[in-house]
């Protein structure tokens, strides 16, 4: 993949990021502190992490094709990478034990990490799809061509 478009993609891969951090966080606020106010400045948090998190896939990027074990084992390390951001940047509630924190804040950061993982599959399974079709239609109007 070029470098231009695996960093657009990632462009779009941070839109996306800032937009379920603040989903999400709007969930947990809701739930677990309906009487805080927040202030402008924590509005920046959901685009810092976001950027912070979409750094480390920059150690996915591949000029060809990796192999099975080279993608598995970039993919684990940027997800441990990513883990440890969101878990070092974000403190519990005072009321909340750490270790649930910790464990429900993971599983949500996975959560999202797949849902990631899902848009960008969807987006290239339609692009080879529209692309098929594509090519479908070039090679059935060349063999009419031919008749």
Not at 14 to 29: D, K, N, P, R
Request: with cysteine; aromatic share 14%; proline share 4%.
């Amino acid at each position: 993949m070029e470098l231009r478009k695996f960093f657009l993609m990632h462009i779009q891969i941070y839109c996306v990021l800032v937009t379920l951090i603040f989903a999400v966080s709007m969930v947990f606020g809701m739930i677990y502190a309906p009487e805080e106010n927040i202030k402008y400045y924590q509005l920046a948090g959901p685009f810092i992490m976001a950027a912070l998190c979409v750094l480390p896939s920059f150690i996915t990027y591949f000029k060809s094709e990796p192999t099975l074990k080279q993608y598995i084992i970039r993919h684990i390390i940027q997800l441990t990478v990513i883990e440890a951001i969101v878990l070092l940047m974000v403190q519990p509630p005072d009321d909340m034990e750490q270790t649930f924190f910790r464990l429900f804040l993971g599983s949500i950061v996975l959560v999202v990490y797949m849902l990631i993982k899902l848009a960008v599959w969807l987006q290239k399974y339609l692009q080879s799809r529209q692309l098929a079709d594509q090519l479908r239609k070039f090679q059935s109007a060349v063999i009419q061509n031919e008749e």
